[in-house]
């Protein structure tokens, strides 16, 4: 087997468990979820409204108020959680402003 046939053999056994892990894992409906922004930790967002963490698990700090986390529909503006400067701040259906 040539090195060109072994790269293309693993990239499309890549693709198919990640099409097969992804289809074990049921999505959340949409209508129970919503976006709340400035609420999760570094590396643990699921995607940003801008900036540098333009997706899933980038953030580099706790708190980002561009980035977010999709949590159960009602519980966003509820959440809260203490900044590094000791203060606390509520997640927000929108990105953070300042």
Do not use: Y
Request: glycine content about 12%.
């Amino acid at each position: 087997m040539t090195a060109s046939l072994k790269t293309t053999s693993l990239v499309v056994a890549g693709a198919l468990a990640s099409a097969i892990a992804l289809a074990g894992h049921p999505a959340q409906a949409a209508d129970d979820m919503e976006k709340c922004f400035g609420i999760a930790k570094a590396g643990q967002n699921d995607c940003a409204a801008e900036g540098s963490n333009s997706c899933a698990g980038t953030s580099k700090v706790d708190f980002d108020p561009h980035g977010w986390k999709l949590v159960k529909k009602g519980t966003c503006t509820t959440t809260t959680v203490t900044l590094p400067d000791g203060t606390s701040r509520n997640g927000a259906l929108e990105a953070i402003k300042g």
